[in-house]
């Protein structure tokens, strides 16, 4: 079974500038997940969805924004892009069992760098 | 407030050897669930083993086992016969609830771990 996947990998954008990031997750998974990785912030959660609906926010400005297709597929959006948006941005999905065991599993990443 | 705490920014192990990374963590929900992840220079996390606040044994998982000590609130991992594809950063997270409503981790800050030779 294919794992998580996301594009594009590497990103270069200008301040200003907006984004667009692609994540499919694993085939059946309902739930998708972002996060940002920052050397000075570490690991933050940015969103989740499940069934094309937004299930918990974490701290971030308007300018993040994202959204899930009925095939679970999940884009996230940064406009109006700063220096300090430069970071990876990793997807996680999940089965969404409804057992605590659910386990998120993780893609590659995508690394925007914001000059 | 839930939070992760990873007190080892560096770890050395040679080849072999076992190695224990820390984790602590508080929250004040009695349902909870504890994950460690891998995260090579590649960037990707690797999933590596779960617990479970109501899971009554330590989890193992390979050469993998999570030392979970409720009372205390801890979550070390154990990693057996370390190798030198296991040089990599490690993550413990936490998710509060059983999940299905939410699947929001907090991270650690996370322990690198190097092995040699």
Redesign the interface.
Known sequence: KAGVTQTPRYLIKTRGQQVTLSCSPISGHR?V?W?QQTPGQ??Q?LF?YFSETQ??K?NFPGRFSGRQFSNSRSEMNVSTLELGDSA?Y?C?S?L??????????????T?LTVL | AQKITQTQPGMFVQEKEAVTLDCTYDTSDPSYGLFWYKQPSSGEMIFLIYQGSYDQQNATEGRYSLNFQKARKSANLVISASQLGDSAMYFCAMREGRGGNTDKLIFGTGTRLQVFP
């Open positions: 739930s997940s996060y570490g690991l959660f989740e299930r918990n974490g990876l990793l996680a999940s969404v069992s409804g057992g605590g065991t659910d386990t998120q599993y993780f893609g590659p990443g690394r």
